[in-house]
């Protein structure tokens, strides 16, 4: 007697041809609910997402993000700067803490960019499960020194760059955050590469936050850019950082001079002669700079037509510039001379003009 497969078929017992149900899932790995195979919704790279094994969908994913997040110009050195996060994808499979804080920073990324609800709602479930696991982990005997733990919090400082996630002490108070966990930890607990590369990453947040408060940055004290010298043979270019790192303390001194003390002017004088000489060293660096750079034949930037810059359009009016400064390596170039010129440009005349007002 032949065997009934009318259920397996999804046949009716009428014989009539029924439409293919959608099927509902759960994915166990990043927690993503759809109805369907694709999970992106808008231009969707190929074959992105459509498998059901779990583990194969979360590669996927991890794939995804390092495509959209990784500059695509830039060579070894400068692709170095990113080399964390495929540790991190490699860690991920046997530690929650940082698969929960990677999975929702690539929910949240590929979601953002092929503008997938489906995608960002998951990645605010994931983020809240992250944040649960990284107090779990902390709370933990040995968790403040646990780097795990430190790049789950990492993760999550970026995630709080989108608006789906972003969470009431925003990015600059996650940040913060993350900066007192390192603090706690002290300079002589990060020895790991990892640990390394994830300072590194901390301690640029953190100086964007201490120059728009005008606050001493908390890792300017020598023991942590001792640390920073440690970094040097990973990523290059790190004396710039050190001293950069300098300029917010001596800006919030300026704020916090007392106009009546009777040492006012020698006090002036003095921080005068520091910017003054910090400025020359940063001036000093950037001309060795370039010089090492036409030695290998190319110049640091040139001058381009804005329609040379492909992105620009979508995100601004085109007649707003006509030219622009085109770096070979946006990491590696743009960001430093962005740093040098705003550093060297601030940092003797916020004293020259408070002495100036003063005489």
């Not at 790991?192 to 908390?218: E, Y």
Request: hydrophobic content about 40%; some cysteine; proline content about 5%.
């Amino acid at each position: 007697m032949a065997k009934d497969v009318r259920s397996k078929q999804n046949v009716p017992a009428d014989g009539r041809t029924a439409k293919p149900r959608r099927v509902t899932r759960i994915d166990s790995a990043m927690g993503i609910h759809t109805t369907d195979q694709n999970i992106l919704s808008k231009s969707p790279p190929p074959k992105i997402l459509t498998l059901a094994c779990p583990d194969q969908m979360q590669t996927q994913m991890y794939e995804t993000l390092f495509r959209i997040f990784r500059p695509r110009l830039s060579g070894p050195r400068e692709q170095a700067h990113f080399e964390f996060l495929q540790t991190l994808a490699g860690l991920a499979q046997s530690n929650c803490t940082i698969r929960d804080g990677l999975n929702t920073f690539a929910l949240v990324q590929v979601g953002a960019a092929y503008d997938d609800e489906r995608l960002l709602d998951a990645s605010l479930i994931s983020y809240g499960r992250a944040v649960c696991g990284l107090s779990k982990a902390l709370a933990r005997p040995k968790g403040l020194h646990d780097d795990a733990v430190l790049a789950a919090a990492v993760l999550l400082v970026f995630c709080e760059f989108f608006s789906k996630i972003k969470s009431s002490m925003g990015w600059a108070g996650h940040t913060m955050g993350v900066v007192r966990l390192l603090v706690a930890r002290g300079p002589d607990s990060l020895q790991s590469p990892l640990s390394l590369w994830l300072f590194h990453r901390v301690r640029l947040c953190s100086l964007a936050i201490s120059f728009a408060h005008r606050t001493a940055n908390p890792f300017e004290s020598w023991a942590w850019r001792e640390v920073g010298q440690r970094i040097t043979p990973m990523v290059g270019e790190i004396d710039i950082e050190d001293m950069i790192i300098r300029v917010p303390g001596l800006l919030e001194r300026c704020d916090k001079l007392d106009v009546d003390s009777p040492a006012i002017i020698p006090e002036i004088d003095a921080q005068l002669r520091l910017s003054r000489y910090m400025e020359q060293d940063m001036r000093d660096w950037l001309q060795m700079w370039h010089l090492g750079m036409r030695a290998q034949g190319f110049e640091p930037f040139v001058v381009k037509d804005i329609a040379e810059f492909k992105a620009f359009p979508t995100s601004a009016d085109e007649s707003m510039l006509t030219t622009a400064y085109y770096f070979h390596s946006i990491t590696a170039f743009g960001n430093l001379h962005s740093m040098v010129f705003t550093m060297s440009g601030g940092t003797s005349s916020d004293f020259e003009k408070f002495g100036g007002a003063l005489l």
